[in-house]
């Protein structure tokens, strides 16, 4: 028997876009931890992004007594309108559930929970493509989670710091970086985008409280794939215990 329930919404952004969006929580509403909501992200929705490969994190979170929402951005899933190739339209996505949450769920501490799909695709074909949309999805993250003060802290699982993604999107790092807000960072020793010696050096220079935590033999793909979502779930069940 399921230790969770799950309900359904329609969240409306500024502009009109309409995003499909479920809530995950327990059982019974003495079961619920804390007023602390995780809201989970999904990766580039023109690749392929959406709710749906978050399901298993959220179930588990919602198990433990956390209310867990995850939702599809404009042009994912069953959400109405279109995604963008730029990313930055996805803003209006974030700051709308952000909200919905902080108006109908009485809370107002939220951890942002980033986490890409892109095991879904082929690495060897498009490699280059793969990489670019696991770097709009982290950005629409980063611009978000640092202008809202709801928003206390942020786990990310599977940022990708390396020299393509410095690059293209050096800026973007560095906003993140400055935050002072408390950071996960989750990443597998064998990622292939990004080497341990890369992310460290990367985290080295990063303002206020930075976690990391690496999972030996693991590639970028093979962590994202459901048979980590337990170990994801305590990852950032330890980190909100810290907050």
């Known amino acids: 028997m399921s230790n969770y329930t799950v309900e359904s919404t329609i969240v409306q952004t500024s502009d009109g876009a309409k995003l499909r969006t479920r809530l995950f929580k327990p059982m019974e509403e003495g079961e619920i931890t804390d007023n602390l909501v995780v809201v989970l992200v999904h990766p580039f929705s023109i690749l392929g992004g959406c709710q ?9 979170l919602a198990g433990k007594g956390y209310k867990t929402v995850t939702f599809d951005m ?12 730029t990313g930055f339209a996805e803003i209006k996505d974030v700051i709308a559930v952000c909200k919905w949450v902080c108006e109908n769920l009485s809370s107002d501490r939220i951890l942002l929970v980033g986490s890409s799909a892109e095991y879904l695709f082929e690495w060897s074909s498009r490699g280059c493509m793969v990489e670019y ?7 629409l993250q980063v611009l978000q989670w640092m202008g809202i003060k709801e928003v206390i802290g942020y786990v990310s699982i599977g940022y990708p710091f390396g020299m393509f993604a410095s690059i293209l999107f050096g800026r973007h790092h560095k906003g993140i970086l400055k935050s002072p807000k408390p950071k996960l960072f989750v990443m597998g020793t064998r990622d292939g985008f990004t080497s341990v010696k890369q992310l460290r050096k990367k985290l080295s220079s990063a303002a206020g ?10 590639s970028h793909f093979q ?20 907050l």
């Open 74 to 85: 404009r042009g994912a899933g069953k959400s109405t309108g279109r995604p963008s190739l």
């Open 52 to 60: 749906a490969f978050l399901q298993g994190i959220a179930a588990g």
């Open 209 to 218: 409280r930075v976690e990391t935590h690496l999972i030996e033999g693991t």
């Open 133 to 139: 949309a696991n770097l709009k999805a982290h950005r």
């Open 223 to 242: 962590m994202e794939g459901a048979e980590f979502d337990n170990q994801m779930v305590n990852l950032i069940l330890t980190f909100i215990s810290s």
